[in-house]
C-alpha cells in the first residue's frame, strides 16, 4: 500500500508544501481561485507514490549512466536519466544527479495538464520548475551558500526567456560534490537540465591534490551513495586569491562550454567570497534574465 506523504497549504494560504521522505516541494500557483485549486488537487495526487516509483528503480538509478542507452522504466527516472546522458560520455555521472529537478518538472507538468495557470513554481529544495505566462516574471535571490540564510543577489527571469528551470549544487548542499564551490546556479530549459548542469559544474569548480581541501570517500559518509568510493569534498581550507581565482576559472569553462552547446542558459559560481557569472552580462542578459546585487 502507499503511504500518504504529508500534504498541506502553508500559512499564508497560498502555497502547497508536499513532502515524503527526502521529497519536500513548495508549490505556488497564481490563475483563478478554481484553476489553482484543481491545479493543487493534480499534485498532490500526482506526488502521492512517486517517491515509491523512483525506489522501486533505485539500484539503476545510482548505477553510472549510458550515455546512449535507458533501461529505466519510470517517467521521472527516464527524465533524469535524459537529464545526465549529455554528460555521461565524458564524467561519471548517474541519474540521481537530476533528481530534484525532475520531480519538480513532473508535479509542475501534472499542475499545467490540470488547469491554465498564469505563473507557477515548483521548489524542491532550492531545484525549481517554472511556468510563466504572457508578461510574468520570478525573481529568486541566489544564496552564498546553500545551508546559510542570506541572499547575496536577486535574479528576474521574464517569459520572454527560455528559461524555465533553476537548480543549485555545491559541497554545501543537500548531495554530496567533488568540487569546491560553495554554490552554483544553473539557468536552463527545464528544471532536470538545470539539476544536473549544476552538478557537473560544482564538480568542474576544483584544485585537485590541495593540501587544504580536506576528501573523504562518499560510501564512508552514507554508504549507499551512488558515488560509491569516490571522494567528496568535506572542507576547504585557507586558499590564496590566485587559487581560488583558478578553481573558478575551470568551473566557468566547463559552463561556458555547456552554454554554447545550448545546455545552460547561465550560470553563476561562488567560491570562498568570489563569484564568477557565465552569460553575455550576467546570466543571459541578451534574454533579459538579470541580476540585481542585494543592497
Do not use: W
Request: charged share 25%.
Amino acid at each position: 500500500m502507499t503511504r500518504l506523504p504529508q500534504i498541506a497549504l502553508l500559512p499564508d494560504d497560498k502555497r502547497l508544501h508536499l513532502q515524503d521522505g527526502p521529497i519536500d516541494l513548495v508549490i505556488e500557483a497564481k490563475g483563478r481561485d478554481d484553476d489553482v485549486s484543481a491545479a493543487y488537487r493534480a499534485a498532490a495526487e500526482r506526488f502521492t507514490g512517486l517517491l515509491d516509483e523512483l525506489c522501486a528503480e533505485l539500484t539503476e538509478l545510482r548505477s553510472a549512466a549510458d550515455p546512449h542507452r535507458c533501461v529505466l522504466r519510470g517517467v521521472v527516472a527516464r527524465r533524469m536519466h535524459a537529464a545526465v546522458a549529455p554528460f555521461a560520455a565524458d564524467c561519471f555521472i548517474t541519474p540521481m544527479a537530476a533528481v530534484a529537478g525532475s520531480v519538480a518538472e513532473e508535479v509542475l507538468g501534472t499542475m499545467l495538464e490540470a488547469a491554465p495557470l498564469d505563473r507557477a513554481y515548483v521548489n524542491n529544495g532550492g531545484d525549481i520548475a517554472l511556468h510563466l505566462g504572457d508578461g510574468e516574471q520570478f525573481t529568486v535571490g541566489l544564496m552564498d551558500r546553500p545551508d546559510r540564510h542570506g541572499v547575496m543577489r536577486t535574479m528576474t527571469v521574464d517569459a520572454e526567456t527560455p528559461v524555465r528551470g533553476i537548480a543549485t549544487s555545491g559541497r554545501h548542499g543537500r548531495s554530496f560534490s567533488l568540487g569546491i564551490a560553495d554554490a552554483v546556479t544553473v539557468l536552463a530549459r527545464t528544471a532536470s537540465q538545470a539539476d544536473a548542469a549544476a552538478t557537473v559544474i560544482a564538480n568542474a569548480v576544483d584544485l585537485p591534490n590541495h593540501p587544504a581541501i580536506l576528501r573523504v570517500a562518499a560510501n564512508e559518509l552514507q554508504p549507499d551513495s551512488d558515488l560509491g568510493a569516490r571522494l567528496v569534498t568535506r572542507d576547504v581550507g585557507r586558499l590564496a586569491e590566485h587559487e581560488v581565482e583558478q578553481a573558478l576559472e575551470v568551473g566557468a569553462t566547463r559552463a561556458r562550454d555547456l552554454l554554447m552547446s545550448g545546455l545552460i542558459e547561465g550560470a553563476a559560481l561562488r567560491l570562498l567570497g568570489e563569484t564568477r557569472l557565465v552569460g553575455a552580462t550576467g546570466i543571459g542578459a541578451r534574454r533579459r534574465t538579470r541580476f540585481r546585487d542585494k543592497r
